[in-house]
């Protein structure tokens, strides 16, 4: 091994070592790694300066300005709001209809919101129907997760795979082009959790609001301890989202407050604007008339102009710890590609996994995917993997793009445990769920879309 080899493989243990000790916040960590492997001389400055002003950060950039308008503008609250109460008429199965809407939402806008403002609407409005709030909460941040397989945009990972495919010298991906193989995996998830995963769920309603009730006290009394402790040192800079974690512990995610997306009343106005501009942004990534980094930086400007968002909520809804986050581990992927890392590993997993073909190695692909998506970050599971699946593709000589798809998919799967994605920790609070709870629910629906994904993959994006 040559020392940039050697240099880069010891940042990526140590920068995935860190993440999973969890002590340390993951932006810092990766622009941590990042800062090593430009001092080692691993990467060149462009390469760095090409990292934090890629497409994808650009287009996450514009995007979370355009949904926070939304959010600020009272729209998504409203629509929630109304869907519930029509839905609290037909009872459980209008339930289900909330969820599948959160889900269809969540394949263009992020879902963290989402889920923070509807979830507590679905538990009342369950325990008014004499339901156990578990059989639904769990279901709405798993739906809303598949929901994210819809679009390019529906999360992160999607855009920064694709991002990171086009630096390999593949071609990009269009808005939709994924959409028919997440409409698959999202359909049989959305199935199994609506006839086998909420009954594992229900239980009676008064037990499920003594647990809750007490989880959440507990929850929002650490919450308030730790607010009231960093606060004097620790203000929120300009610009920075409250969901971010320190690394001092996991309750506080769970706390509806620190989320930073309270319903908010009504405003037409705001609400129409924004609205019409992101559908905008949308149809001129879709029609193919402009990039979606390039429609979305667009959209953004354009609604500071119209005065329907200031520059400080703008600031406000940029959300740089996951922009920070993304654009570190790019370029700890970059140091992977660039010193030849992808491709040994991926000539090791070929010598393993030839006898299997093609199919077999995107079995095998989308299940190292899979289990590092439940310990580590999909953004970071996206830029350590990507490489990889390029390089193994083109080792097999096959087409790489639905090794891509599946690294897509398979990175954005964290259902078996409450801490591997942000909704899943919200729920995980307010419903009192256990740590197997997750696990009894989350590990079938893995498997069963991971079976789902191998299906659909090869029929719309061939080998």
């Known amino acids: 091994m040559t020392f940039d080899q050697i240099a880069a493989l010891v940042v990526l243990v140590a920068v995935v070592g860190a993440l999973i000790h969890g002590k340390a916040r993951a932006d810092v960590v990766a622009l941590t790694g990042s800062a090593a492997l430009l001092l080692l001389g691993v990467v060149r400055p462009v390469e760095v300066q090409g990292a934090f002003a890629s497409p994808a950060i650009i287009a996450l950039a514009g995007l979370f300005v355009i949904a926070y308008a939304i959010e600020l503008s009272g729209l998504l609250g409203l ?3 109304q869907a519930t109460r029509l839905a609290s008429r037909v009872g459980a199965r209008g339930i289900w209809i909330v969820i599948g809407l959160c889900g269809a939402v969540g394949g263009f806008l992020n879902n963290t919101p989402v889920v923070v403002l509807a979830a507590p609407v679905i538990r009342d409005v369950a325990k008014s129907l004499k339901l156990s709030p578990k059989r639904f909460l769990m279901p709405l941040s798993h739906v809303t997760v598949l929901g994210g397989l819809l679009t390019l945009i529906g999360t992160s990972t999607n855009l920064l795979v694709n991002d990171m495919a086009r630096n390999a010298g593949q071609p990009v991906f269009s808005l939709f082009e994924i959409t028919p193989v997440g409409l698959v ?3 049989v998830g959305g199935l199994w959790l609506y006839f086998v995963g909420a009954r ?4 009676t309603v008064a037990r499920d609001e003594a647990e809750a009730a007490r989880l959440e006290a507990e929850a929002l009394q650490r919450a308030r301890a730790e607010r009231r402790r960093r606060l004097p040192f620790n203000l929120p800079r300009l610009g920075e989202s409250r969901n971010q974690s320190d690394g001092s512990g996991d309750a506080h995610l769970g706390d509806v407050e620190l989320y930073g997306a309270a319903d908010r009343p009504f405003q037409l106005r705001p609400a129409l604007t924004s609205l019409v501009v992101f559908i905008l942004v949308i ?3 879709a029609l193919g008339w402009a ?3 390039a429609a979305a930086f667009a959209g953004a400007v354009l609604l500071i102009l119209l005065r329907t968002i200031t520059p400080e909520e703008a600031y406000a809804g ?7 986050l993304i654009a570190g581990m790019v370029v700890v992927g970059t140091a992977i590609e660039v010193t030849g890392l992808a491709q040994a590993g991926a000539e090791r997993l070929i010598d393993v996994i030839r006898p299997l073909g093609p199919l077999g190695a995107l079995i095998v692909l989308y299940g190292v995917t899979l289990f590092a998506t439940e310990l580590l970050s999909n953004a970071t599971v996206a830029v350590l993997i990507t490489p990889v699946a390029v390089a193994l593709a083109e080792s097999l000589g096959v087409d790489p793009r639905p090794f891509l798809v599946a690294v897509m998919m398979a990175a954005s799967a ?5 801490f591997g994605y942000q909704t899943n ?11 197997m709870d997750f696990v009894r629910v989350g590990v079938p629906l893995n498997l069963i879309t991971w079976a789902a994904a191998m299906i659909a993959i090869p029929i719309f994006f061939p080998f």
């Open 414 to 418: 964290a259902f078996a445990t409450p």
């Open 79 to 81: 629509l929630i709001r």
């Open 318 to 324: 940029l959300r740089p710890e996951i922009l920070l």
């Open 425 to 435: 920790v919200l729920v995980y609070n307010m419903a009192g769920y256990s740590y």
């Open 185 to 187: 995996i999202a359909a």
């Open 200 to 203: 594992q769920l229900g239980r």
């Open 283 to 285: 149809a001129a990534a």
């Open 291 to 293: 990039p979606i980094a």
